[in-house]
């Protein structure tokens, strides 16, 4: 099993409690006991950026809410530039918004498996440059 990488709305999902597929829940489970469940630190600027415009409500101040989602059991990837860069150069796809290209090189750079129902993350899996978990 691999370390599972949290895509932005996975976390938020998973925060609020909604529902995720049978798969998705067996997957988060395995990876709790063996691998591990991480989210990248451009999900903060993606919360942020979303409470900001009003696209997302939050109880607590976003930098909090974060905090709390870490609190949570969920580790902190690596952003190091090597990964920034290396988004830059991802193989060809719909992968459009940043967060979702530094996610996807993460994710290559590192091994993990993202979780995700962003249809151009999961579309960047079904080509196989990633492993995909559809939540």
């Known amino acids: 099993m691999k ?3 949290l895509d932005t709305c996975a ?3 998973l925060a609020n409690r909604d529902p995720i ?3 998705a829940t067996r997957s988060l489970r395995e990876a709790e006991v063996s691998a591990g469940i991480l989210v990248s630190p451009i999900s903060a600027w993606e919360i942020g950026l979303l409470a900001s415009r009003g696209r997302l409500t939050l109880k607590l101040d976003p930098r909090r809410w974060f905090e709390r989602a ?3 059991g969920v580790g902190l990837a690596q952003m190091p530039p090597d990964v920034l860069v290396a988004s830059s150069y991802l193989p060809p ?3 459009r918004d ?3 290209r530094i996610i996807a090189a ?3 750079a590192y091994g993990y498996a993202v979780m995700t129902r962003e249809g151009p993350l999961l579309a960047f899996g079904a080509a196989g440059h990633i492993d995909a978990i559809a939540c």
């Open 3 to 5: 370390p599972i990488l």
């Open 11 to 13: 976390l938020v999902w």
């Open 21 to 23: 597929s049978a798969q």
């Open 70 to 72: 870490l609190h949570a």
């Open 93 to 95: 796809s719909h992968l």
């Open 98 to 100: 940043p967060a979702d």
């Open 106 to 108: 993460t994710a290559r």
